[in-house]
T-cell receptor, first 115, second 111 residues
Framework: NAGVMQNPRHLVRRRGQEARLRCSPMKGHSHVYWYRQLPEEGLKFMVYLQKENIIDESGMPKERFSAEFPKEGPSILRIQQVVRGDSAAYFC?????????????FGDGTRLSIL | RKEVEQDPGPFNVPEGATVAFNCTYSNSASQSFFWYRQDCRKEPKLLMSVYSSGNEDGRFTAQLNRASQYISLLIRDSKLSDSATYLCVVNGDNYGQNFVFGPGTRLSVLP
């Protein structure tokens, strides 16, 4: 499968624990984006990364959330000390380049549930 | 005013009907536009890009009106499988990937 791969598909955490969400972009894509979607709501941009660089993190909460896209391996979205309000679907997308006319392709998402 | 606005629907139409969705955007500098569809609890999937001159892909036609900052999607001969939420997406920055997703319009095609 050459598409965007996210894992895990479902993640359950207790309040105060850490959640790590992983995303491998499509082959040939070097730009990765993370979005959050609450039930019955639209997609909200969180962060845009290229290899080893954060390009735009304007949509990511300043506390508890971090993202990386290392030289080797998948992009990681990390949520520390999770709270009930973090429960959502987290989607990763990738694109071939950073030009505005390049469409983004999405992974299946990770459904995070906080107990 | 929100950056990208759509009529939330739902639009309930019979099979075979023609249905049109509208989308307005606030950033006049926006250069790239797309329609995505999202099925319940699934990931968004690219339906089509929207070009300045308008474009067609089978039963789907997209139009762009820059002067009015308005995008439309027309679906002809609706199928049951067209039932989904349709997301209007605007790239607010021609030099980067500042994608802004609309809230979506829900379509239900009824037998």
């Amino acid at each position: 499968n050459a598409g965007v791969m996210q894992n895990p598909r479902h993640l359950v955490r207790r309040r105060g624990q850490e959640a790590r969400l992983r995303c491998s972009p499509m082959k040939g894509h070097s730009h990765v984006y993370w979005y959050r979607q609450l039930p019955e709501e639209g997609l909200k941009f969180m962060v845009y990364l290229q290899k080893e660089n954060i390009i735009d993190e304007s949509g990511m909460p300043k506390e508890r959330f971090s993202a990386e896209f290392p030289k080797e391996g998948p992009s990681i979205l990390r949520i520390q000390q999770v709270v009930r309000g973090d429960s959502a679907a987290y989607f990763c997308a990738s694109s071939r380049g950073g030009q505005g006319n390049q469409p983004q392709h999405f992974g299946d998402g990770t459904r995070l549930s906080i107990l | 005013r929100k950056e990208v606005e759509q009529d939330p629907g739902p639009f309930n139409v019979p099979e075979g009907a023609t249905v049109a969705f509208n989308c307005t955007y606030s950033n006049s500098a926006s250069q790239s536009f797309f329609w995505y569809r999202q099925d319940c609890r699934k990931e968004p999937k690219l339906l089509m890009s929207v070009y300045s001159s308008g474009n067609e892909d089978g039963r789907f036609t997209a139009q762009l009106n820059r002067a009015s900052q308005y995008i439309s999607l027309l679906i002809r001969d609706s199928k049951l499988s067209d039932s989904a939420t349709y997301l209007c997406v605007v790239n607010g920055d021609n030099y980067g990937q500042n994608f802004v997703f609309g809230p979506g319009t829900r379509l239900s095609v009824l037998p």
